[in-house]
């Protein structure tokens, strides 16, 4: 009897084992998401909806699941529909519960659940991203859709920038023919073209008598090699490159003449000779990237050069949505080209760790991947996108020690420096979940001394905080001794890997940004650390002992301490509000702040000017003009975040570094702004412009899941970032008259936009193998019962149907006004027939003929 109870229960175990595995294919499901209502109850909400299509042959069960997503966007807990709850699970991290009157889905059919988005969508980047079902009975994996549809937004909702809207945008500029425009960018100091051309053929040779420039000697040759497709037979003494040393030209600086016999390059280091070569390539042709050439006719001139800043930078996320190192390289090329000189790479944060770190293999093993998970012990959770498994490159990722070598050899074969970041105390949720993995693996063979080395957070602290990305964990605690061991550990690591390739490593970026209210309150180590340390009356005092440690640890590795400005800045009150002062502790440490909150009307709008006017090193990556991740404006599909300002080409073109308030006009959404908002605000003084020591782009990688879409977000805008960099300050950025002011500064715009349409752009198209850099849409507008069309960068081509159907590179070419009727549609292509977004003209109302 005993043995056949044995035998129910066994049978009755296999049953519900049996049951318990999902029996139904998610594959068969397709999800769409759109929105039902912008406008949501008369507020600035909206009501969104989910719908789950059954196309299989199995009936979805009306529980016993979830839907994770991830999203920027915060939610109303109860759905509108009545048949589910959303959650945040952490972070960017959501779920979605079908509840008791939710419906099961059989074939063919379909189910709603609409909920309310606190925010109003104005992207595609605005709609949920990556969600996948969770099945009840086997939570630890993820299983993707078969679809996932995002539906767009209506177009005629109010305030989004219309063809039209482009189309009077575009007016003003002027088309400047391609013979009349400058042929270097960006724009030297002194450039003057003179009579005549100089024939470069294979016979041409590069020489140098100083061995100071071999490499420039030999990477221009290998150019001018690729460019023919030949070896050179450097017989004509006529037809010769000469690199010379002449003193004079500081770090950077060089001088070019092209003479109809003769080209001659001078400058005082490599690096100045590097860009000289650099001025030379651009006067060559673009068709020299599409295809071999027999002869290259370049452009006699004269140009003395320097830059006006020696700190060039672009900040790149890897953490967030990696890029592979091939990625990075291609970046590196085109920084090279276009003289920027730092690249920042912003390698850890909460949704990675994207560097191998030898002696702390967990920092990779664990923090480099996500995919499902609702523990973190192993890996971490799906982050924007990046799906239930390791299977999406975006979201899984690491540069070996190998890989980051090579990184550092071919910037430094550059003249890039490459700073590494690594995110503290905020922002570093992968690394303390990598820490506490390594603590559990050692303490679980008893070596629970060794296991404490690294950690790098409290298991007794009770505090509660929410970052502004809602993660709710990923702050490290400052007043564990582990902390600074776990510093020092990543500083070596990162010391031996520079030294091995020869790279220089002036300086290491600890983030800074970010830290939440009320971090640190309920933690034993901090309790401790007052008792020892008097001068740690609050939790905001933590900021300087942590920041003062590091920055002595740096110091004795003649490394200087970089962060975001939060780094420098001291917690007070002012008239009883509690308020932020450039902290006088760390003025003359020699530290070097990046500056990005200059948000229009949120009160820091003179941040950098206050902190370079008390003494610090300060660079310029102002979120209203040097973010590469901002939407360039205000459309479905334009991707990019918006919370700092739209933000197009222009507005890194137009930005005037040292007096960025004079032609700020509009505000973060786009409207005019009121100029009251400056008043009491502080300019920058001469000695404040000192300590200005150069200008960033920053490309956040939340919404860059690919690498097209980092090349869509960076490119042209660099080609601007460089401009405004290396070049000296324009006439119009100094002019009192407004009016003229205004009249110079469209000249200036247009010859630079004419320069990207009809000489930098078809470069870009081709070399590297082409990158996927933005093509404007076109401007449209009807009138008279006619379409006419333009375009930001003239020079590019214009093509459109009739028919409804999208323009191809085979499509009619826009020449003039179009008399047509129906759906009329117009497309920018760039020199190798690849299309931008598509631009619908309003409707003719006019009778067919």
């Known amino acids: 009897m005993r043995r056949f109870i044995a ?107 609409e909920y309310i988005c606190e925010n109003v969508v104005v992207n595609y980047t605005d709609a949920i991203e990556g969600p996948y079902f969770v099945w009840d009975a086997s939570p630890d994996k993820g299983y993707l859709p078969g679809n996932f549809i995002i539906k767009p937004l209506d177009p005629k909702y109010p305030g989004l920038v219309t063809p039209e809207v482009i189309y009077n945008q575009n007016k003003s500029i002027i088309d400047i023919p391609a013979d009349k425009l400058p042929k270097i960018v960006p724009l030297p100091l002194s450039y003057q073209e003179t009579e005549g051309m100089f024939k470069l053929e294979p016979s041409a040779k590069v ?64 690096t100045g000779m590097f860009y000289g070569i650099q001025s030379l390539k651009n006067l060559c ?96 959770p799906a982050s924007h996108g990046s799906g239930p498994d390791f299977s999406n490159p975006a979201g899984t990722g690491f540069y070996t020690v190998a890989d980051y070598i090579e990184i550092l050899k071919y910037a430094n074969d550059r003249h890039i420096t490459v700073m590494p970041e690594i995110e503290t105390p905020g922002h570093a949720r992968g690394a303390i979940k990598a820490m506490q993995a390594r603590y559990n693996r050692l303490a679980a063979a008893g070596k629970k001394a ?26 490290i605690d400052v007043s564990l001794p582990s902390t600074y061991t776990f510093v020092e550990r990543v500083v070596d690591d990162l010391v031996a890997m520079y030294k091995q390739a020869g790279a220089p490593l002036p300086a290491i970026h600890f983030g800074g940004d970010e830290v939440p209210a009320h971090v640190w309150e309920k933690s034993p180590a901090y309790e401790a650390l007052k008792k020892t340390h008097p001068e740690i009356k609050n939790t905001g005092d933590l900021w300087y002992y942590f920041y003062g440690r590091v920055n002595n640890i740096l110091k004795k590795k003649n490394i200087t301490l970089s962060g975001w400005e939060e780094m420098a800045l001291r917690k007070t009150t002012l008239d009883g509000r509690p308020a932020y002062v450039p902290n006088p502790q760390f003025v003359n440490e020699g530290m070097q702040v990046d500056v990005w909150n200059n948000v229009l009307g949120d009160g820091q709008e003179d941040l950098a000017y206050k902190l370079a006017n008390a003494g610090y090193k300060t660079v310029l990556t102002c979120v209203t003009n040097l973010y590469f991740d901002m939407a360039t404006y205000k459309s479905w599909d334009e991707p990019g975040y918006y919370w700092g300002a739209f933000l197009g080409i222009d507005k890194f073109f137009s930005f005037i570094p040292f007096d960025y308030f004079k032609n ?139 028919n409804g159907a999208e323009p191809t590179a085979e499509s009619p070419q826009y020449t003039g006004p179009v008399d047509a009727t129906g759906t009329v549609k117009f497309r920018v292509f760039d020199a190798k027939g690849r299309g931008g977004n598509i631009a619908q003209g309003a409707e003719n109302d006019k009778p067919a003929i």
């Open 285 to 380: 042709p673009s068709a020299v990237y599409a295809d071999k050439q027999k002869s290259l006719e370049i452009p006699c001139v004269e140009v003395k050069d320097s830059p006006r800043f020696g700190y060039r930078a672009v900040m790149l996320d890897v953490a967030r949505n990696f890029q592979s190192k091939q990625q990075v390289l291609r970046l590196l090329d085109l920084m090279g080209a276009y003289k920027l000189n730092t690249l920042h790479m912003h390698l850890t944060d909460d949704e990675g760790w994207r560097i191998e770190i030898p002696s702390l293999p967990e920092l990779t093993s664990v923090a480099s991947k996500r995919a499902h998970t609702l523990d973190s012990k192993n890996f971490l």
């Open 7 to 113: 035998l129910i229960v066994i049978a009755f175990a296999n049953v519900a084992a049996f049951a318990a595995a999902p029996v139904f294919n998610v594959k068969n499901l397709s999800l769409t998401w759109e929105v039902v209502d912008n406008n949501y109850k008369n507020k600035q909400q909206s009501l969104t909806a989910l719908i789950i299509t059954n196309n299989g042959t199995e009936t979805l069960p009306a529980g016993g699941w979830k839907i994770y997503f991830n999203s920027s966007r915060n939610f109303i807990a109860d759905a509108v529909s009545g048949n589910a709850k959303v959650l945040q699970v952490n972070g960017d991290l959501y779920s979605i519960t079908p509840n008791q009157n939710f419906k099961a889905i059989k074939p063919g059919e379909s189910a709603r659940i």
């Open 664 to 802: 700020t006009d509009v505000d973060k959404n786009g409207k005019a702004i009121d100029r009251r908002m400056f008043v009491g605000k502080q300019r920058l003084t001469d000695y404040g412009k000192e300590n200005i020591i150069g200008l960033q782009g920053a490309l956040w990688a939340e919404t860059v899941k690919t690498p097209q879409q980092m090349e869509y977000m960076i490119f042209p805008k660099l080609i601007a970032l460089g401009e405004r960099a290396w070049a000296k300050d324009p006439a119009w950025t100094t002019e009192l008259d407004s009016a003229k002011a205004k009249q110079m500064y469209n000249e200036d715009w247009s010859r630079f936009v004419n320069v990207l349409g009809k000489r930098e752009l078809p470069r870009l198209a081709y070399e590297g193998g082409g990158y996927a850099f933005r093509i404007p849409k076109p401007g449209v507008m009807l009138k008279d019962g006619k379409y006419y069309a333009n375009v930001q960068y003239p020079g590019m081509v214009i093509r459109y149907t009739t």
């Open 450 to 475: 060794e296991a404490a080395k690294y950690l790098l957070y409290d298991t007794g602290d009770q505090s509660a905080y929410r970052s502004v990305q809602y993660w709710n964990d990923n702050v």
């Open 207 to 270: 020489i140098s008598a100083d061995p100071r420039f071999a490499k420039e000697q030999a990477k221009l040759s290998a150019f001018l090699m690729k460019a023919f497709g030949m070896q050179f037979t450097s017989v004509a003494a006529s037809n010769t490159i000469t690199l010379g040393y002449k003193v004079g030209f500081g770090k950077e600086g060089y001088e070019l003449s092209v003479k109809p016999n003769a080209i001659q390059i001078n400058a005082t280091t490599a």
